[in-house]
């Protein structure tokens, strides 16, 4: 596949693919070797950790000690980390450091605020908006050192997002969200469209209780494929780049097929009609 038709164009206008590797609960270094490894191999060039995650080091280890296996360098991927909610607000900068120091690949591709509420504050405690606002002026200085290529936020509901974007010097890039077909995101979207954000997916498969839906199935045994393969071609097919985690070295090729085939448009209808609402992780609604 061309890249063209494997990835998305930001709007710095640096394409960002529409497959990477999820690391959540990927911890130790052997693990995150050998799950990069596998998908290196199957074509992923893009990676998403976080500062929460704990694996920012062994992910910068081990793409140093791969990349040259695969004949690429630093620029052949593209690497996303987050802000952790504990460095919301005054101690962003320290935060954002800090996780290009874990990574120690010279930038950070896309950094994104990951939570838009602080630990240790309640939901609706009236700092949080300030906070953010604090966040976001130090990746736009990160940004405008060449640190950070790209920053965004995550987990950010219609009123936070739009907040940003009416205070911001520099557009969030991306926006990334839980996202499948119980979840549609129809606000979300069209504010990221209107505003020239990428929505970008996480838990395309609903924490795994989306694979042994009755619809996904179905449509998985006609098109010959996986359930997870199914729920994942279902968003890069609307262009909204997907994230699946895996450690295990055939899901994790498995999943890069999804550009292999095509849903039909009655099997992408059947399967948005399965929107519900419906969060499986965790809800920022209350946040203030």
Known sequence: MSSSTTSVVLNTGVPMPLLGLGTYKLCGSEDVYWAVDAALAAGYRAFDSAAVYRNEADL????????????LIREDVFIISKLGPKDQGDSAMGGALHSLSQLDLGYIDLYLIHWPGTQGLVVTDQHNPGNRAKSWATLEELHAQGKLKAIGV??????????LIQSCKVPPAVLQVEFHPRLRQTELRRICEEYGVCFQ?????????????????????NCE???AQVLLRWAVQQGVPVLPKSSNPGRIKDNARIFDFTLTDRDMERLSALDCGHKYCWDPSAVA
Request: hydrophobic content about 35%; aromatic content about 6%.
């Open 60 to 71: 910068g280890r081990a793409l140093k000690e791969l990349l040259p296996k695969y004949g």
């Open 154 to 163: 995550s987990n950010y509901t219609p009123a936070h997002l739009k907040e």
């Open 201 to 221: 997916a996480y838990s395309s498969l609903g924490t795994g209780e989306l694979v042994t839906d009755p619809i996904v199935m179905e449509v998985a045994k």
């Open 225 to 227: 494929c996986t359930p």
